[in-house]
């Protein structure tokens, strides 16, 4: 990466001096241990954050609405603030590109983030309505996203390409406790969502803690920033697939995985109480159910993140990996649509963390190698995660018909399987990791 490769005017070399360079240029340094575990403490704070509501708080707030729509209810508001999010992702990883500020360009965004995810949590304890509930998830996700755009792009800023594969498995392993944490927070909270949001907003702010203290950010200084304009600000978001085509392939395989990984967890809870039958058979409540579940499914994306992530750098090979573990996450969702019995759910729930702990971590290290310009990894990233966001919207849209009306939940597991696999094959496209 040279600075003739920057979009906008270049900078004044002699800005380059100093901060500036360790912002722009390729880091070199292997990062510390303390500023690692900020990283991987802000994603458990943001995942608990998202999954205790999307797991379980949601599904419930939506039932005590209307308990005969709740499925409708639940695929309203999510997709909502999946849509909230598509456009704050991006947006809010753009803000912190061009941010001048002594705290660096992803501090304040992480902070700023925060706050506002933990207001909306805090609103939804007494949202009075589904509309006042959307509106609310809509300001989680959009704070959320802010504050995970950030982050995410700090890990290019500060970790050699040598150390991403490491790096990016500790930060799945945190997104991955975090997600047992909201998991844990809505079981114990179970019949009291209420106060379930709250402790997933105490969670949210906590985890920012270390990383605001603790962080190495690099300022950018005012010289280096190009001018600004609307019109190239807004254009910035198009990426050429003519242009960058290892770009798009990620983005697509990314979007594609994402879909049939959203597929597969959105109604867990409904399919454990309405086809599995789990209080019935077994004498778990649901809402415990899925926490088994998702800790079962946690310990394997813990061990294979972090593994995978290693293997990978230790390889200097992606790709590989990548594909493999898609197919995992495929045969996970057969395994959930061909035997719907609690050993079934056990069985897809191991499965499916032993292929996405390692999809996590690996595909996000291949991810940072193919980014266009080192000005813009914020935006860039966000649009990148745009891919994790636009399954929420496309997932329920999807999943919603095949519950309904087209076979129920072998149809839909068989479908998220199909759609998996496509990411696999698209990864073959991308040329300039190996």
Not at 94 to 99: C, K, L, W, Y
Not at 317 to 322: A, D, G, N, T
Not at 331 to 344: D, N, R
Request: hydrophobic residues 55%; glycine residues 12%; proline residues 6%.
């Amino acid at each position: 990466m040279s600075l003739s490769d920057l979009p906008g005017p270049v900078p004044d070399p002699a800005a380059l001096r100093g901060g500036t360079a360790t912002a722009l240029v390729e880091p070199l340094d292997r990062v510390r241990t303390l500023w690692i575990t900020g990283v991987v403490l802000i994603n458990v704070g943001i995942n608990a954050a998202f999954f205790g509501p999307i797991q379980v708080l949601l599904g419930q707030q939506a039932a005590h609405f209307d308990e005969g729509q709740k499925e409708a209810i639940l695929a309203l508001v999510t997709g909502c603030g999946a849509a909230v999010s598509l456009v704050a992702n991006p947006l809010f990883g753009a803000f912190s590109d061009r941010t001048v500020s002594r705290f660096g360009r992803r501090v304040p965004w992480v902070l700023v983030g925060a706050i506002l995810g933990a207001v909306g949590l805090v609103g939804l304890a007494g949202a009075p309505n589904v509309a006042v509930m959307t509106v609310l998830w809509c300001l989680v996700q959009a704070g959320c996203n802010g504050a995970y755009a950030a982050i995410t792009a700090a890990i290019p800023d500060r970790v050699p390409v040598p150390q991403r594969g490491t790096v990016g498995g500790l930060a799945a392993m945190g997104q991955t406790v975090g997600i047992l944490a909201g998991a844990v927070i809505a079981a114990v909270m179970a019949g009291n969502f209420a106060s379930g949001y709250l402790v997933c907003a105490a969670a949210l702010l906590a985890g920012v803690v270390l990383y605001l203290f603790k962080n190495d950010d690099q300022p950018l200084p005012p010289q280096a920033r190009p001018p600004f304009s609307l019109v190239r600000f807004f254009q910035g978001f198009w990426v050429s697939p003519t242009r960058y085509p290892d770009f798009a392939w990620a983005w697509l395989t990314r979007l594609l995985v994402n879909i049939g990984n959203h597929m597969v967890t959105l109604y867990l809870l409904f399919f454990l109480s309405d086809a599995v039958h789990v209080k019935e058979t077994e004498g778990i409540e649901p809402a415990f159910g899925v926490l088994i579940l998702t800790g079962l499914y946690a310990v394997m994306v813990i061990i294979t993140s972090v593994i995978g992530g290693t293997l990978s750098d230790r390889m200097g090979k992606r790709k590989p990996l990548v594909i493999a573990s898609s197919v995992i996450i495929a045969i996970a969702s057969l395994i959930l649509g061909f035997a719907p019995t609690w050993a079934g759910a056990i069985t897809g729930a191991l499965v499916l963390g032993l292929g996405f702990g390692a999809y996590l971590a690996v595909d996000f290290a291949l991810i940072t190698q193919v980014l266009p310009t080192a000005l813009d990894r914020g935006r860039d990233l966000g649009v990148i995660n745009v891919a994790n966001s636009l399954p929420q919207v496309i997932a329920p849209l999807i999943a919603f018909p095949f519950v309904t009306y087209l076979g129920g939940y072998v149809s839909l597991y068989v479908a998220a399987a199909v759609i998996g696999l496509l990411g696999a094959v698209f990864v073959v496209k991308i040329k300039s990791v190996a």
